[in-house]
């Protein structure tokens, strides 16, 4: 490991509470929809980062929003039109969200991982990022395809190149349990300073272990903060309740 990355264990700033169960948070498993499966402890190759966890994530990887529905048979039909509408029209978040609902069973849809992963695709050709990374987890899954985990990081790498933060968040995670934790820092911090808490909690493990700089740290705690702030700033908040889509 290069010396400009070993530090001592020290006093960390000040951060945001810690989740009880300690250890990286991570998205190591099978992903079911918006959450990821928790998998039991287990060390790593050299043991000195335990305990994995898989990280639960708060959107399916796109920003393709819609008010909350009462599930009724015409809401859903009505929802399912003024998707389908935009779909036509070769939007690719529309395209992509349809793949979404394919996959869950949505809007009266019956599951269909194929053809959710159909639809995905066409959403990333149009430059969907949110699609990109529904495709990494569907072929890190193997969900409507053949599992192939390293096509699966193909398009995690796709999707955070175009921004997905959770995209990235998972890049840290693949380098992690590949030992690459100097890498792996490295996604982390971009997440972070997107707005990823599971991220910030990773590097901070990181930084304990020895495999990421205090000034990365202390970097990625601010850029958190500052990206928390922005999400909860009241501009955005009436955005999301004003649009359908976005």
């Known amino acids: 490991m290069p010396a400009s990355h070993q530090v001592l264990r020290r006093e960390l700033p000040e951060g945001p509470p810690q989740d009880p169960q300690e250890g990286l948070q991570g998205t190591s498993g099978r992903v079911e929809g918006r959450e990821a499966v928790q998998p039991g402890a287990r060390e790593t190759g050299d043991g000195v980062l335990s305990n994995m966890r898989a990280a639960r994530a708060d959107s399916d990887g ?6 909350p ?5 015409e809401a859903e039909a009505e929802a399912l039109a ?7 029209k070769k939007d690719p978040e529309a395209i992509r969200y349809l793949g979404y609902q394919y996959m869950e069973g949505g809007l009266g849809l019956e599951k269909d991982a194929t053809r959710a ?18 495709l990494g987890v569907a072929y890190g899954n193997g969900d409507g395809v053949e599992q192939d985990v390293a096509r699966g990081v193909s398009f995690y790498e796709k999707a955070a190149m175009l921004g997905n933060s959770i995209a990235r968040h998972n890049l840290g995670c693949y380098e992690c349990e ?5 890498h792996a820092a490295r996604h982390f911090l971009i997440s972070a300073k997107m707005g990823v808490e599971r991220s910030l909690a990773n590097i901070k493990e990181l930084f ?4 990421a700089t205090k000034t990365q740290y202390a970097e990625a705690l601010e850029g958190f903060r500052d990206a928390s702030a922005e999400m909860k700033s009241p501009d955005r908040e009436e955005a999301k309740t004003s649009l359908l889509f976005n």
């Open 62 to 67: 796109g920003a393709f929003c819609y008010q």
């Open 82 to 88: 003024m998707v389908q509408t935009r779909v036509k």
């Open 117 to 134: 992963v159909e639809l995905w695709t066409e959403a990333a050709e149009l430059g969907s990022a949110g699609a990109y990374y529904s």
């Open 208 to 211: 304990k272990a020895g495999f």
């Open 69 to 73: 529905v009462t599930p009724t048979h």
């Open 178 to 182: 590949r030992g690459r934790y100097v």
